[in-house]
């Protein structure tokens, strides 16, 4: 469901130091010396208040935040890294070191995505919880450097997106990792940021997924938020009604808003646009079946009837798919052989009530059904309801 994903090759560098403060030289040295250099300019009362010597401390944190061979150093660089060059912007009233700056964030934004991505990895295959927390906990930071770099977040996601990533999708990982940890206003926060709801299909499915409107919907349905999940799922069907997922679960949201009417609606529209899409139609017919049995047993006929011919129309439609597999024509010709088998039953059970020409069509309309399915499969039901319909029938 989740796929792993690559990190990607850090492409800028630090570019030409500004400096003419002595300073400078701690970077041609070992890091572990830079960082009690830059550590104590910044406990310095005199050395802190000047946005070079945050500029310094970030420049250091930034190349350990690159390398786990400074782990032992410190546990999270690159947040400190991100921190002392906000402090360095503040200080910087005049924007003499914007550029170096901007170049620190540039390097660090790979360096929290590439973090973010490897827990997120481990967390994927595994199903560790921690790693799932290590994730979100990069991924906030990576977007956090990205409010810092404003107009330039540009460039870092040019990096992201030329190691072949959609950049949008990486608020997805975000979002899945937060609600795999119960973080669940922060997985919404992060769907939400890949839900359009006013752009045309093309332009809204460019930068948005699939599955973010599935989970979202999945957790304002579990928060009883319908008005929410029916938005999104009604958008997510009509930018993917190929998502056989999405459209059961939209099928099931709104049940339990009870819409069905709507549901109705925008299943017969799904169908329109996926007209050879056998396991869809297969999902309606059965979906369609079971709502017709749960009416008919609350003495609901005329709307039972309603969805039974629905899902006779869908299993129809679907056998006449070239190409289905063995199995395909097995369930469906089974299930609509079933389904008029019991609708037979139902008449056969009114007794004197009972409409005898009705009763033929479903036990004639099922026999052959039944007959088909078994050449694919041998099911003892299957010659137990033929039996029952030669006898009904006096054949």
């Given at each position: 469901?989740?796929?792993?994903?690559?990190?990607?090759?850090?492409?800028?560098?630090?570019?030409?130091?500004?400096?003419?403060?002595?300073?400078?030289?701690?970077?041609?040295?070992?890091?572990?010396?830079?960082?009690?250099?830059?550590?104590?300019?910044?406990?310095?009362?005199?050395?802190?208040?000047?946005?070079?010597?945050?500029?310094?401390?970030?420049?250091?944190?930034?190349?350990?935040?690159?390398?786990?061979?400074?782990?032992?150093?410190?546990?999270?660089?690159?947040?400190?890294?991100?921190?002392?060059?906000?402090?360095?912007?503040?200080?910087?009233?005049?924007?003499?070191?914007?550029?170096?700056?901007?170049?620190?964030?540039?390097?660090?934004?790979?360096?929290?995505?590439?973090?973010?991505?490897?827990?997120?990895?481990?967390?994927?295959?595994?199903?560790?919880?921690?790693?799932?927390?290590?994730?979100?906990?990069?991924?906030?930071?990576?977007?956090?450097?990205?409010?810092?770099?404003?107009?330039?977040?540009?460039?870092?996601?040019?990096?992201?997106?030329?190691?072949?990533?959609?950049?949008?999708?990486?608020?997805?990982?975000?979002?899945?990792?937060?609600?795999?940890?119960?973080?669940?206003?922060?997985?919404?926060?992060?769907?939400?940021?890949?839900?359009?709801?006013?752009?045309?299909?093309?332009?809204?499915?460019?930068?948005?997924?699939?599955?973010?409107?599935?989970?979202?919907?999945?957790?304002?349905?579990?928060?009883?938020?319908?008005?929410?999940?029916?938005?999104?799922?009604?958008?997510?069907?009509?930018?993917?009604?190929?998502?056989?997922?999405?459209?059961?679960?939209?099928?099931?949201t709104y049940k339990n808003a009870d819409?069905?009417?709507?549901?109705?609606?925008?299943?017969?529209?799904?169908?329109?646009?996926?007209?050879?899409?056998?396991?869809?139609?297969?999902?309606?017919?059965?979906?369609?079946?079971?709502?017709?049995?749960?009416?008919?047993?609350?003495?609901?006929?005329?709307?039972?009837?309603?969805?039974?011919?629905?899902?006779?129309k869908y299993y129809e439609q679907a056998?006449?798919?070239?190409?289905?597999?063995?199995?395909?024509?097995?369930?469906?010709?089974?299930?609509?052989?079933?389904?008029?088998?019991?609708?037979?039953?139902?008449?056969?059970?009114?007794?004197?009530?009972?409409?005898?020409?009705?009763?033929?069509?479903?036990?004639?309309?099922?026999?052959?059904?039944?007959?088909?399915?078994?050449?694919?499969?041998?099911?003892?039901?299957?010659?137990?309801?033929?039996?029952?319909?030669?006898?009904?029938?006096?054949?």
């Amino acid at each position: 469901m989740n796929k792993l994903l690559l990190s990607i090759t850090l492409v800028f560098s630090v570019l030409a130091l500004f400096s003419q403060d002595k300073n400078i030289e701690l970077m041609k040295g070992k890091v572990e010396d830079a960082k009690i250099q830059v550590d104590q300019n910044i406990l310095n009362q005199e050395k802190n208040t000047k946005a070079e010597t945050w500029y310094l401390a970030a420049y250091v944190y930034t190349r350990m935040a690159k390398s786990e061979v400074y782990e032992h150093l410190e546990k999270f660089p690159g947040e400190k890294a991100l921190s002392y060059i906000k402090e360095s912007k503040k200080l910087d009233k005049t924007g003499v070191l914007y550029s170096e700056q901007i170049n620190v964030l540039l390097d660090l934004g790979p360096a929290f995505y590439n973090k973010a991505i490897t827990h997120y990895n481990k967390a994927v295959k595994d199903s560790i919880v921690e790693e799932f927390t290590l994730s979100l906990r990069y991924f906030e930071d990576y977007f956090d450097l990205l409010d810092l770099l404003k107009d330039e977040d540009k460039f870092v996601k040019q990096i992201i997106e030329y190691n072949g990533i959609n950049h949008n999708d990486v608020y997805f990982y975000a979002g899945y990792s937060a609600q795999s940890i119960g973080e669940i206003n922060k997985a919404i926060k992060y769907y939400s940021m890949l839900n359009d709801f006013n752009s045309d299909k093309t332009t809204a499915k460019a930068k948005s997924k699939d599955l973010a409107y599935l989970y979202l919907t999945k957790i304002y349905t579990n928060q009883g938020d319908y008005v929410n999940a029916l938005k999104v799922v009604k958008r997510g069907v009509e930018l993917y009604p190929d998502n056989e997922a999405l459209v059961l679960q939209a099928i099931t949201t709104y049940k339990n808003a009870d819409k069905m009417d709507d549901m109705v609606a925008q299943m017969e529209q799904v169908v329109v646009e996926n007209p050879q899409n056998e396991k869809l139609l297969f999902i309606l017919a059965s979906n369609y079946s079971k709502y017709g049995k749960a009416f008919e047993k609350n003495n609901y006929q005329s709307t039972a009837d309603m969805y039974f011919e629905k899902s006779i129309k869908y299993y129809e439609q679907a056998l006449k798919i070239d190409q289905l597999s063995d199995q395909t024509k097995y369930s469906i010709n089974y299930n609509l052989g079933v389904l008029y088998y019991n609708r037979g039953v139902s008449e056969y059970k009114k007794a004197d009530n009972a409409n005898l020409e009705l009763l033929q069509k479903y036990f004639s309309s099922a026999k052959p059904l039944l007959e088909n399915a078994k050449k694919y499969k041998a099911n003892p039901n299957i010659d137990k309801m033929i039996e029952n319909i030669d006898s009904t029938l006096g054949e």
